[in-house]
């Protein structure tokens, strides 16, 4: 048992290692610092506009209807910002994971990984980590344009907690894909396209396929399988174990892939 | 210590390994030789794990590189022919981060890393970005990566490359302090360098093992004394006395030097061809024994064999 608990450490402090190294080469890079003030730029334009729009809404709806319409705040102002957030992932994710396998096979560094006592899936877990600790740095300063209003409004803080709950899941995804496309190719060009091809795809997809058949077993899983769906229930202040859960096997199975795919690389 | 048995790897259609079988034991120095595109490289990321044979067994320690990858690399220390370093990090975090992913002891790291610093001469550079240093300093950085988990066992693909005269003594030396503790597999075109430091050598052409053994046995098995006067006015005449003597094989006239190839039974041919030389009139100036060095057996072998790839 003590072994086994030790081992574990092992195997944990390994994978912290590599976090830690990916994590600080993405942010001490200049591209990190450009991408975060490009998005302010947007969302504070967003942000704005949109506060703009709700304020002489509400000015022009009767006193009543605008003190029980409160919450609606979360629709004209968050809504779009959560939108434009989101909007802005799908591209600065794969910018964030590009590097993670690419660059380490063009420089000749993943002999490294590759001999060291490291698993494949010790590998991407690290990888994965790292990237999404970055991402997270992202959605955290979004984060603070809902703060901001929290100063000057009231509202109801579920809706906008869960969804964010949901983009940071929505976030795991995109980094799942990022991390599979940067191990697909040892070009940082195209593994940036492929990831961005990927996390578009899973936005358009269910629309395309959802009529390719009628089997209602065949629907039911487009309709499971259909992520933006997943998002907006959290979006809508609806916290669905289901979605949950799905957005969790989704990832796994993203990891898995790609633990695959390195172990394909190895043996080749 | 390593047993590495009918290893075959294809690229594609190319064959760059064909069925090389060797083994090491532990606490040995072994010179891993070969021109260039012979397979070591090849032979050597295939040991570490980095690639996949197409068929054969590597095995460390009595354990199958492939079936046993964590405990087998726990035990190695790896320098790639291209060392793996990143730019953007500092040498000491970079030591760091190497020791933590091949698991040294938390408590051990920091010390690890000094005592690392040390043995390969970074000590003016180790809170310096990797991108901004020498070739060398790199090389040696490479070096120090692979000597973080204090391995039983350690390849070293061309490890001198790009060194200054002092510091490839300072490796040699290294590698010499190595011995008998650690088991290590260096490649190298440098043969000076194998005559020192290691006692036995594995030479590769062509993807196939084409010779391996003890260094002063390999010395022997190609036992072929030569000898070469040098002489004021040299003569047809001469030419054919010496090729008459007893125990010369072969006379090559090269502009007043004669060089003789002497069969390996001869005794006191020295003797011979001096006094032939000098009785003749011809002007004795110089008589040089020539020994075979590993540059000679490797030259021998490699053309012997057909040439390089
Ligand atoms: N990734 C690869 N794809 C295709 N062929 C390869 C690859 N790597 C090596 N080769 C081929 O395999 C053969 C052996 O190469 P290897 O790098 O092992 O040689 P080497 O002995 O290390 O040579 P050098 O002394 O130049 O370092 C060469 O013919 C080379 O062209
Ligand atoms: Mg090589």
């Known amino acids: 048992m003590q072994v086994m608990f030790n081992n574990l450490g092992v195997y944990v402090r390994q994978i912290m290692a590599l976090t830690k190294k990916d994590f600080f080469q993405i942010i001490s890079s200049p591209m990190f610092f450009i991408i975060l003030g490009v998005s302010c730029f947007f969302w504070s334009f967003v942000y704005v506009r949109s506060l703009i729009v709700f304020a002489s809404e509400s000015m022009a709806m009767p006193v009543q209807m605008a003190q029980e319409g409160g919450m609606n705040i979360h629709y004209y102002v968050f809504f779009p910002l959560l939108a434009q957030v989101n909007l802005l992932l799908l591209f600065i994710v794969p910018a964030l994971t590009m590097r993670l396998f690419s660059e380490e096979r063009k420089l000749q560094t993943f002999d490294l990984l590759m001999s060291s006592p490291l698993t494949s899936a010790q590998i991407v877990i690290g990888k994965f980590c790292s990237a999404y600790k970055c991402s997270f740095i992202i959605i955290s300063v979004s984060f603070i344009y809902i703060l901001i209003t929290s100063l000057f409004a009231d509202f109801n803080w579920t809706m906008p907690f869960l969804s964010y709950l949901g983009l940071l899941l929505l976030t795991a995804v995109y980094v799942s894909l990022g991390v599979l496309a940067s191990a697909l190719s040892s070009s940082l060009v195209l593994s940036t396209i492929l990831g961005v091809v990927f996390n578009v795809f899973i936005w358009i997809i269910t629309n395309q396929i959802k009529d390719i058949s009628s089997n209602p077993i065949f629907s039911e899983l487009v309709e499971y399988l259909n992520i933006p769906m997943h998002f907006e229930q959290f979006v809508m202040g609806k916290f669905v174990i289901s979605s949950f859960c799905f957005f969790i096997i989704i990832v796994t199975f993203l990891i898995f892939l790609t633990v695959k795919v390195i172990d394909i690389l190895r043996w080749r | ?309």
């Open chain 2, 1 to 309: 210590m390593i047993r590495v048995q009918n290893l075959t790897k294809k690229y594609g259609d190319r064959l760059a390994l064909d069925q090389v079988s060797f083994s090491v034991a532990g606490g040995e120095v072994v010179g891993f030789l070969g021109p260039n595109g012979a397979g070591k490289t090849t032979t050597m990321r295939i040991l570490t794990g980095c690639l996949a044979p197409t068929s054969g067994t590597a095995e460390i320690d009595g354990k199958d590189v492939f079936e046993y990858p964590v405990q087998t690399k726990e035990k190695l220390g790896y320098l790639p022919e291209i060392p793996p370093l990143y730019g953007d990090m500092y040498v000491e975090d970079y030591l760091k981060y190497v020791g933590q992913i091949k698991r040294c002891p938390a408590r051990q790291l920091k010390d690890q890393v000094d005592s690392c610093v040390k043995k390969t001469g970074l000590s003016q550079v180790r809170s310096r970005l990797i991108q901004n240093l020498s070739k060398g300093y790199r090389q040696r950085v490479g070096i120090a990566q692979a000597l973080m988990n204090n391995p039983d066992v350690l390849i070293l693909d061309e490890p001198t490359v790009g060194l200054d005269p002092a510091q490839v003594i300072e490796i040699r030396g290294l590698i010499g302090d190595l011995k008998h503790h650690h088991t290590v597999i260096l490649s190298t075109h440098i043969l000076s360098e194998v005559e020192a430091n290691c006692e036995r050598v594995i030479i590769i052409h062509q993807g196939k093992v084409a010779v391996t053994g003890e260094l002063s046995e390999l010395r022997q098995k190609m036992h072929q004394k030569s000898l070469s006067v040098r002489v004021e006015q040299p003569s047809s005449q001469l030419l054919s006395q010496l090729q008459a003597l007893d125990g010369v094989k072969e006379v090559q006239d090269e502009r007043g030097i004669y060089n003789i190839s002497v069969s390996a039974e001869a005794s006191n041919v020295n003797d011979l061809v001096a006094r032939t030389v000098i009785d003749s009139g011809a002007g004795f100036l110089e008589l040089k024994e020539n020994k075979f060095n590993l540059e000679d057996i490797f030259i021998h072998i490699t053309r012997s064999q057909g040439g390089g790839s």
